[in-house]
């Protein structure tokens, strides 16, 4: 919808390619069905590593390899890694120390239905107010909520003590970091910022309840546009 929004203030028209770029993403924001969890958790800590991961980056052992922050789960017996599966990929062995969570995509049927059991469930919880169910239901906050339950569901959020993540600004590691800062303020958490900052990074704009205690970065330049364009604290 921010595309759309920019391409009509730009044209000061609505045409059909904007409308089919608003139903794509309707479409892809309900298209989530289920998600599971697959874990063999023999260990028990206060630190925590969130990423994401892919088949490629599992050895034929199991062994999951971190290509954000170049280790592997073997090197970090201390801390408990919550991955997120890109590919539904599950490896036959899952490490002692590692939790993942399968997110299971709808067909284009299920999708639809998707959406009409969110649209009204957003029209109720809102009175009618079409201006928020129009937020809400032209982002990915929905489906960046379900999956944070289902983590909540498995990890309770009070004995993270530690949170390490390569941070993207995405929503759900804004839900994540909120709420763990709501239920244990003392919680330590650190992101990475692993990639070129976009075009328009609005996403990275600081806010004391969403980001990262510490940020880590490369290069003095990322520091100049942090510190004076979206306001991270020196």
């Known amino acids: 919808p921010g595309y759309v929004k920019l391409k009509k ?9 904007l409308l089919w770029i608003l139903i794509k993403g309707l479409l892809c924001d309900n298209s989530f069905s289920s998600i599971k ?3 063999n958790i023999k260990i028990t800590s206060n630190k925590f590593i969130l990423s994401w991961c892919f ?13 954000y922050f170049n280790i592997n789960t073997r090197e970090t017996t201390n801390y408990l890694w919550i991955l997120l599966s890109e590919d539904n990929f599950i490896p036959k062995e899952i490490p ?12 284009f049927i299920l999708r639809i239905f998707n959406f009409i059991k969110c649209f009204s469930y957003l029209l109720f919880r809102h009175n009618f ?10 982002s ?7 999956l944070f339950n289902k983590i909540k569901t498995k990890i309770l959020l009070k004995n993270i003590n530690t949170l ?6 995405q929503v759900l590691q804004k839900i994540l970091i909120k709420e763990i800062r709501l239920v244990n303020p003392k919680a330590k958490i650190f992101g990475y910022l692993h990639s070129a900052l976009p075009a328009l990074p609005a996403e990275y704009i600081y806010d004391r309840n ?16 942090l510190s004076r364009k979206l306001y991270w604290p020196k």
Do not use: M, W
């Open 37 to 39: 969890v697959y874990e």
């Open 140 to 146: 990915n906050t929905q489906s960046a909520l379900n």
């Open 129 to 138: 107010s079409f201006a928020k169910i129009y937020h809400y239901i032209f």
């Open 210 to 225: 969403y980001c990262p205690d510490k940020l880590f970065y490369h290069g003095k330049s990322y520091k100049e546009i």
């Open 9 to 17: 203030l730009q044209t000061n028209r609505f045409d059909s390619n």
């Open 164 to 169: 390490i993540l390569p941070y993207e600004g």
């Open 96 to 107: 002692k120390n590692v939790i993942i969570f399968q997110i299971n995509r709808n067909n």
């Open 55 to 67: 088949k490629k980056n599992f050895n034929r052992r199991g062994i999951y390899h971190d290509t």
